[in-house]
């Protein structure tokens, strides 16, 4: 292995573990928004609109799948600019709540527009790779101590939660008072 080699790949390390992180909670906000999505789809003019969303055709499936991270844009915009504008923790709940509208609605529709999707042969290869890219990312990311370290606390935690739960929660109580005492 070259030193170039070697360098590049200390140097990107940390991008590849943020990007296994980032696309970790994606993964679970598409699922959380799949089934929150699936329960909304048994009311009867949902699932008829469901229906006809299923038999669009490539292209519009298409645009309705890009749809909703493209409307939710501005939302994020200004919720950015409110957190420059000194209210940073409304910001930061607007760009929350609109990632978590965004995740469910394009996993809904992309569940529901996947067959249109897949017959554009650009898509499916795109789709291909970034599936294989965010498993190689991911796996990368489990093969760390790190990684292994945290699975091991939050096994441990989990056999443990009755025993744990008082600790945690003079933890917090710590916590909680330091800030209030840092606030006045």
């Known amino acids: 292995m070259t030193r170039w080699h070697t360098l590049r790949r200390r140097l ?8 296994a992180l980032f696309l970790m909670l994606e993964d679970w906000l598409w699922n959380l928004g799949a089934r929150l999505t699936a329960g909304l789809a048994h009311w009867a003019p949902l699932r008829r609109l469901e229906r006809r969303i299923a038999r669009l ?7 309705l799948f890009l749809l909703p991270p493209l409307l939710l844009f501005p939302v ?26 965004s995740a469910a609605a394009v996993a809904r529709l992309y569940i529901l527009t996947r067959p249109a999707l897949m017959t554009m042969p650009w ?12 498993e190689r990312a991911i796996t990368s990311l ?43």
């Open 12 to 19: 990107l390390a940390p991008v590849v573990y943020l990007a």
């Open 57 to 63: 055709r490539p292209v519009p499936a298409l645009v």
């Open 76 to 101: 994020k915009l200004v919720a950015l600019y409110a957190m420059s504008s000194g209210h940073p923790w409304s910001g930061l709940a607007v760009v929350i709540v609109a990632k978590l509208v």
């Open 123 to 134: 898509f499916a290869r795109l789709e291909a790779r970034f599936l294989a890219l965010k």
């Open 142 to 184: 489990q093969a760390t101590a790190a990684w292994r370290q945290a699975r091991a606390m939050s096994a441990a935690l989990r056999r443990g939660r009755r025993h744990a739960a008082p600790h945690w929660q003079r933890l917090l109580r710590r916590l909680a008072a330091l800030w209030r005492a840092r606030r006045h």
